[in-house]
Structures are given as C-alpha cells and as structure tokens.
C-alpha cells in the first residue's frame, strides 16, 4: 500500500481509549485508504493499544493496590522466532484508576503486588520476553510488592515478611532473591527519567499525586532508602558476576528511570536485570511502525491534550520522530492544546487539530468526542489530502465541520 494515511494516536484520556481515537478519525477521513496503529507511551493503554494490533489478550484476577482482588489483563504474541512475548501494564493490576470506588488513595499501604503476579502469569503460561509498561501507579513501595510476587523474600529484623507498601520498607533488614522467578528477559517502558531517591525521586516527585501528605513522602522516602541500603548490601542482589553486588546496587537507585511508578523501575533493574526503554519508542518497534510507515502520504497522532509535557517524550512527538525517518508529514488531532505553531513544527508536527477549535464547551468535548473528532478528521483530509477521488474536496469540513 502507497499512499496511505498511517492513525497512530495515544488516548483521549477519560473520553476515548487510542483503538477508538484511531478509528473515529479513520471514518472522518473517509474513504482514504488507512492503516490504524494505536500507541501508547508504556502508560496506561498500553495494552488496549497492542490488542488492538493483534495481540491477545490474557485476563486474570491479581491483587488490586490496596490488597481488593482484581481483574486484570495482559497481552501476548508468539515471537516469529520462537518464544512468546508478554505485555503488562502496571496501571491494570496497579494503577490509580485500581482503587476501589468510594475509597481514597492508600500511598503508605499500596503495593505494587499484583504487577508480579501478572507477569508470573504470563511467564508460566509460556512468556520468555516481558514488556512492562509503567505509568499510572497508585503506589510508592519501590516495587517490593511486584518482586514479591515473583518470589524475592522482604524480611524484617525477627525475619517476618514485610506487610505490603513503602511505609513498611523502613523495617527491612534481609532481602533473599534466592526463589526469584527466572526464565525471561524484562523490557520496561517507560519515559520517567527520575532516579529512585532523592528530590526529584518517586517520593519527592510522584508520592504527592497518589494523595500522600508531606509526612507521607517524608516516610516514604526514608522507605525506599532503606530498600536501597540493604539492595547495596545483599550480596550478588543485582548479579553480574564482574561486579560486587554492593556497587551495582547503588548504581541502580540513581539510574534514570530507577524512580519511575514509585520505584518499581529500581526494583525492575536490581532484582529482574531490567532493560528501561523509551516507552512510545520501544512501543512503536513492536508495532512495526517503520514498515507501516514506509510510503504513506501523512501520519496522524494525537492524545488528549497536546502541551509542554508532549514535547517531553510523549506519544505524538515519538510518533513525529519515527515518521521522519521516512519523510512523511505528520499531524496531530486532541482535545486542546496549549503550545503554539512553532513549538509544534519544532517537534516535527505540521499542524494540530483541537476539539475545543470546534467546540468551546469542555464538557461536551469530552461526553462527544467521537463525533467531533471525526469532524476533525474531515479538516485534515481537506489541508492535507487534497480532493477525493471523483473531486470531492471533503464536502463536511466545507460545510463547518
């Protein structure tokens, strides 16, 4: 196919997921011919967005953030060379949007438990690679539960299990991954470079947005130090055999990423051997972007709003970057956005498309956003495709739309 238009958003967070972004600009489109690739940045959606790709989805019930069991999917594929691959996405089994209703967020008590037991799911069901997307925490416990889950022992001073959260890692003394799980490689997708500590780590930065009071974060924060102390002294926690695990250890609690969905990131790194990609990056290698992208005539991306944080490695700037690779035009559909046309063009966005351009109400920006997101949609096939075929310049955008 040649030609073609390439629909590659992330969601419309709260209105739209990105299967159905890409769909509703696909029938404001036309009938130009398009190839539907929703995205996602590792956050939640991520597996909503593979599914909708040709993944299978893969529903269990796991341990919810506050301990309330769940039910929670991943997606997988068998590997044209063998193997099969897993994606898990922290916020289904562990995300905010996890907490029961009616009941407020828990930062001292979540875990991050059921996370590990989705990804033992998958690895007993045959997964040899996992990709765990991170974004959308509800806790900040450092990832002990996940790894916890996966068999690694978190014991106190009279050599009792740690009870779940981050409040309690200020109690830990021994850490045993003698019975961790093994047998595949762990990517993690994720697009936080915070370290684990300090004032820009999970605590500092991310604990005040799962509800957690200045106490809070101070408890926290002295929480996950404690993790990383004995992490530095359990010997061969991290592994590599030329390195003493007292070294490697450290280094992981301030690597980039390390501090990501309340440290989970660390502990993907020190106990599991992690490999952090770039989320909408690694994302878009999975989806063959590049082979869809070969010979389209424009790309479409969006999310929910296009502002200063999309120019921070979010989806449609990635989107942007692959496209350029191949020379293809890109623009972008949201809700509303608040950066200008050069800062766009900077980040190698030829135009944005606002439903607030169209409809100044919010709220029905939100309740509608399908309808006026295909109406979107004929806008941009009437600047950038040119007429139809049969010369029909797209008569709705002519008519408002």
Known sequence: MSGHVVIAPDKFRGSLTSPEVARHVAAGLGGVPTV????????????????????????TEVTGPVGEPVTASYAVRDEPGGGRLAVVEL??????????????????TATSRG????????????????????GGSACTDGGAGLVQALGVRLLDEAGAELPPGGAALRDLAVIDPSGCLR??????????DNPLLGPYGAAAVYAPQKGASPQDVTVLAAGLARLAAVAAHTHGLAGAAE???????????????AGAAGGVGFAALAFLHAEIRSGIHYLLELLEFDRHAEG?????????????????????????????????????????????DEELRAAGIRAAYALTDI?????????????????????????????RPGGDPAPAARAGA
């Open 183 to 192: 047998g595949f490689d762990l990517v993690v997708a994720s697009d936080v």
């Open 36 to 59: 539907l690739l929703p995205v996602a940045d590792g956050g939640d959606g991520t597996v909503d967005a593979v599914v909708a790709c040709g993944f299978a989805r893969v529903e």
């Open 115 to 134: 996370t590990g037991e989705l990804i033992a799911h998958a690895v007993r069901h045959g997964a040899t690679r996992v990709v765990l997307g991170l």
């Open 296 to 340: 389209a005539a424009l790309v479409v991306t969006g999310e929910g709003a296009i502002d200063e944080q999309s120019l921070r490695g979010k989806a449609p700037v990635g989107v942007a970057s692959a496209a350029a690779r191949h020379g293809v035009p890109v623009v972008a559909v949201c809700g509303r956005r608040t950066i200008g």
């Open 243 to 257: 390195h003493d695990g007292v070294v490697r250890s450290m280094g992981v609690a301030g690597m980039p990423g």
């Open 91 to 108: 916020a289904e089994a562990s995300g905010l949007r996890r907490l029961p209703e009616g009941r407020g967020p828990a930062p001292l």
């Open 359 to 387: 409809e100044p109400d919010v709220a029905r920006c939100v309740a509608e956003a399908g309808p006026l997101l295909e109406r979107l949609a004929r806008r941009v096939a009437a600047d950038h495709l040119g007429p």
